[in-house]
């Protein structure tokens, strides 16, 4: 199939890969000229494990990228991959979304073949019927159920295995209106669909927009909980990893993301949870769930620097933070708690130096005052204390010889040799 994605951040850019290591023709319409550039130089945008190699090899045969909207009108399909920013109040800003919906339409107002619209972005429900429906059908001309056809496909996609989950997903979520949209999203997934542990759901517009938003308040209500008794079990001097370990054995619960720590963090999680607060309170509901699980959450951090401060005086020391993306494999930061981290040591007086593998880069702008090391080891080297905020691979294997004082928090349960350690406490264990 002819396929055009709007949007080439993490979602765009690995959603078009995807399609195109599947066999059908791509292109990436985006703004950022850097990016496209990148693309079509068969060059990854972002670090994702198994991107780049895709990228590489499809780029300038069945996956291309352009600035020019008037490449859609090629395509028989269009996938809206945007940014959907957070307000103040937890609510969506669909800015972005509305100006490219705006420049669809204006594009497809001089195609003459039926064209769907495909919303992948994550979005409140009505979103794709009031709102991003009704802005191309009027630049366009085109009328909805007639030759403009909606429908909704969440993606599941989480960083560091982004590729893997589109390719071998455990569901693909598809809300539409109409017969032929459903069609086409079958032929489009074919390939995948024909994998046994692969669920089809099909459903309506609204519903596909809000299991989205149920998907992910449901697990981070799971790590709030988990990390809600880890704490507990830390006060009563427990290992929550064993008391979670035996609870996961339990098939009612599972033993998945049961591993408490620092806490969720990423672009989706605490963004879709405050739009599903934000979005309940609109419609005359109190979250009293949904904001506990966020109150738990954002004290965690601070639960560990509070560990840190147990150990050594922070005001004038020299703390390491190993890990800046909100999980490994990523360079991902955006509402990473190990920034969270960083803040908090800095507003106690303690002078920071970090360590990523990948994300450093990410963080400078941010946060140009702190030091960053070129390994975890030189950010060791005379540190008084060290955090563990990503539970990057490498961190298993430490050595903690120059550090001044040879302290560690974790907060991600490392593999760590404690014997060469004058202190060491884990966040919940």
């Known amino acids: 199939m002819n396929v055009s994605i709007i949007g080439s951040g993490y979602v765009g850019t690995t959603i078009a890969a995807c399609l195109a290591e599947l066999g059908h023709d791509v292109v990436n319409v985006e703004i950022n000229e850097e990016v496209v550039d990148a693309i079509n130089a068969g060059e990854a945008p972002i670090h994702e494990p198994g991107l780049a190699e895709r990228i590489a090899e499809h780029a300038g045969t069945t996956l291309r990228a352009t600035t020019d909207y008037g490449a859609v009108r090629d395509t ?58 009704p802005i191309v059908a009027d630049r366009s001309g085109k009328r909805v159920g007639e030759d403009l056809h909606l429908a909704m496909n969440p993606e599941f996609l989480r960083m560091s ?50 299991i989205k938003y149920a998907n992910n308040a449901f697990l981070a209500a799971k790590v709030s909980l988990v990390n809600e008794l880890g704490n507990i079990s830390k006060e009563y001097g427990a290992d929550a990893y064993e008391v979670l ?31 599903l607060r934000a979005g309940a309170r609109e419609q005359g509901y109190e ?26 005086d922070l005001a004038g020391a020299r703390i390491a933070v190993l890990g800046l993306s909100f999980k490994p494999n990523t360079d991902d930061t955006r509402k ?42 030189a950010a060791l080297e005379g540190a008084d204390g060290a955090v563990v905020a990503t539970d990057w691979p490498e961190f298993d294997d430490l050595s903690f010889d120059g550090m001044a004082r040879r302290i560690l928090v974790d907060g991600r349960r490392i593999d760590v040799d404690e014997g060469g350690l004058e202190a060491y406490e884990g966040l919940t264990w």
């Open 336 to 377: 990473s708690r190990a920034l969270d981290v960083v803040a908090e040591l800095e507003a106690r007086g303690a002078t920071v130096v970090a360590y990523d593998p990948v994300a450093i880069d990410n963080v400078r702008e941010t946060y140009p005052e702190i030091e960053y090391a070129e390994s975890a080891e």
């Open 76 to 133: 028989e399909l269009t996938f809206l991959c945007l940014p959907t920013p957070q307000a103040d109040d937890g609510s969506l800003d669909l800015a972005i979304m509305e100006a490219a919906a705006e420049s669809l339409g204006d594009a497809l107002a001089e195609k003459n073949d039926d064209h769907l619209v495909v919303v992948k972005s994550t979005v409140l429900p009505g979103t794709t019927e009031d709102v991003v429906g």
């Open 245 to 275: 370990e035996a609870v996961g054995l339990d098939d009612r619960i599972s033993d998945r993301f049961l591993r408490s720590g620092l806490g969720w963090g990423g672009s989706c999680f605490p963004k879709d949870v405050n739009a």
């Open 161 to 210: 295995t982004a590729v893997r989950d589109f390719l071998e997903p455990d569901k693909i979520v598809v809300g539409a209106t109409g017969e032929g949209a459903f069609a086409a999203l079958r032929e489009l997934y074919g390939p995948i669909l024909e994998r046994e542990e692969t669920h089809l759901v099909e459903t309506g517009v609204r519903e596909a927009e809000l």
């Open 287 to 312: 979250p009293t769930l949904l904001d506990a699980v966020v109150e738990v959450n954002d004290k965690q951090p601070v639960r560990l620097v509070d560990a840190i401060q147990s150990h050594v």
